[in-house]
């Protein structure tokens, strides 16, 4: 067991801990930090996913970091392309060289009477270690890593053929000239299932309902104007702010005039598919636009492998599984060589760490979320989670920078604790009977099974998110951190 202290650790070695990790390099050149890293390797997501075309379900140039352009022309990228950005830029600012790899953090304790983290785990797999830091960025995404989540279908252990998780997806998996059942109707069936139709012999999409989906080309022509004849930081800019308010403007008229928006989506739909699908049936969500995520799918890909009859769409339940494939609730039988359960994630806060503050341990579902980052009554933590109505990384950057301010300020002042506060902050009494929401306010199966685990946010600001990047880049970036709710000691 180590005495090691640092004044801030970073956990997680993804896109948002590479980014935190960036973020503290620039800005707070005083903080010795490090980033622990469960896995063997940097890239979180983008490097555990390996499945056919796994690739962005937003553009690159939201998805970038801000302070390092994205340059590789696709606006719609690879996951290898995507997980090769993330190692440049952990490379070019130098902070490859703080990670720790295959660090398992299993606790976080807070002791108010040293005002410091001890963090503790086990490093590869067996040894134990104990770090202790000021301040803590949890850095893990919101899903469990080492499993997705599969329903119980009845006869699952009867199937004879293979069975490939987007999880885990084998690294030999031969499809050339095989039928495929792919179950689901997220991004990650939508992507699946035309990369996988051009080796396939048959392709069956076999959704339980349908989702919206929209198609965009993967090369914008402006974007491309823009990289073509401006300098690269302008050009960046310009594509940036250009896509999030197209993003807001979407999700705005989604809220308001869900049925305009319905209409379009179907004509898009009607266009590319003609009398080839049957619209009705397979693009008619029973939800409103947004009310779930919508699915994006570049070059209109999923709709050509459709036409061309290399894909399938089947709108049915599932009553078994059999030897060979799938019996269907109609009655109707599916074979298949290979059947991809594409069935959705296992949500888990914080990564199933054990968080405790002076001996209570803490229940994810009992935290109210401040400003979408840190949670009432938990001193120098910081949890990154981005925006699930827009790219992940514009609220991850804004929350790093909201750090660096934080323990920028700190040092100056002479501060060892920051905890935003409903009980001590000199405006709690404005909160006294303030409500409680889920702190997603999305009604997908994956947000929907894990409700009775993920924190709350309130119905006033700054406890309630706002879900927009404009209005969270002038408070979080230029807000006062004194705000009368941050309580510093």
Request: net charge positive.
């Amino acid at each position: 067991m180590s005495n090691e202290y640092l004044d801030v650790l970073i956990i997680g070695a993804g896109v948002s801990g590479i980014g935190a990790a960036c973020h503290l390099s620039m800005k707070c050149p005083h903080h010795r930090f490090a980033v622990l890293e469960g896995r063997a390797d940097l890239g979180g997501t983008w490097d555990l996913f390996r499945y056919p075309g796994v690739r962005s379900d937003s553009d690159m140039y939201t998805f970038g970091y801000n302070f390092r352009p994205w340059t590789d022309g696709k606006d719609i990228a690879d996951g290898k392309d995507i997980l090769r950005y993330v190692r440049e830029t952990a490379a070019c600012y130098e902070v490859d060289r703080k990670i720790r790899f295959r660090h398992r953090i299993t606790r976080c304790q807070w002791d108010s009477s040293t005002q410091h983290w001890t963090v503790s785990g086990l490093k590869d797999d067996d040894e134990a270690f104990s770090i202790e830091c000021n301040y803590l960025i949890c850095c893990t995404g919101y899903y469990d890593y080492e499993q997705g989540y599969v329903p119980k279908f009845a006869g699952y252990e009867n199937y004879r053929g293979t069975i490939a998780h987007p999880q885990h997806w084998p690294e030999d998996l031969d499809y050339q000239d095989k039928k495929v059942a792919v179950i689901g109707s997220g991004a990650t069936a939508i992507t699946i299932v035309p990369s996988m139709a051009n080796k396939a012999a048959k392709v069956f999409m076999v959704q339980r309902s349908p989702t919206y989906i929209f198609s965009r080309p993967a090369i914008d022509a402006l974007a491309a104007w823009f990289n073509r004849y401006l300098p690269l930081r302008l050009a960046y800019s310009l594509n940036r702010a250009k896509n999030v308010m197209i993003s807001i403007l979407v999700y705005t008229l989604s809220q308001r005039y869900p049925n305009f928006v319905r209409k379009l989506l179907r004509k898009q739909a009607e266009k590319e598919l003609g009398d080839k699908v049957d619209i009705d049936t397979h693009f008619n969500p029973r939800y409103k636009p947004w009310d779930q995520r919508m699915c994006l799918i570049p070059d209109s890909d999923l709709y050509q492998a459709l036409r061309e009859g290399k894909a399938e769409m089947v709108t049915d339940s599932i009553e078994c599984f059999t030897e060979s494939g799938l019996k269907l609730g109609s009655g109707r039988e599916i074979e298949a060589d290979i059947i991809v359960p594409a069935t959705g994630l296992k949500v888990q806060p914080l990564g199933g760490i054990e968080v405790e503050v002076d001996g209570k341990k803490l229940n994810p579902v009992e935290l109210l979320n401040y400003r979408g980052m840190m949670f009432d009554g938990v001193p120098n933590l910081t949890a990154i989670f981005g925006y699930t109505n827009a790219s992940w990384t514009l609220k991850a950057d804004l929350s790093s920078e909201y750090v660096c301010r934080l323990l920028n300020h700190m040092r100056a002042k002479g501060y060892r604790q920051a905890m935003p506060s409903t009980q001590f902050g000199r405006r709690h009494w404005e909160f006294v009977d303030m409500g409680r929401e889920p702190i997603v306010g999305l009604s997908a199966g994956y947000i929907q099974r894990a409700k009775n685990i993920l924190p709350k946010q309130g119905s006033k600001f700054p406890w309630r998110n706002n879900d927009n990047y404009f209005l969270d880049r002038m408070s979080i970036k230029y807000g006062r951190l004194n705000d009368g709710v941050m309580v510093f000691r």
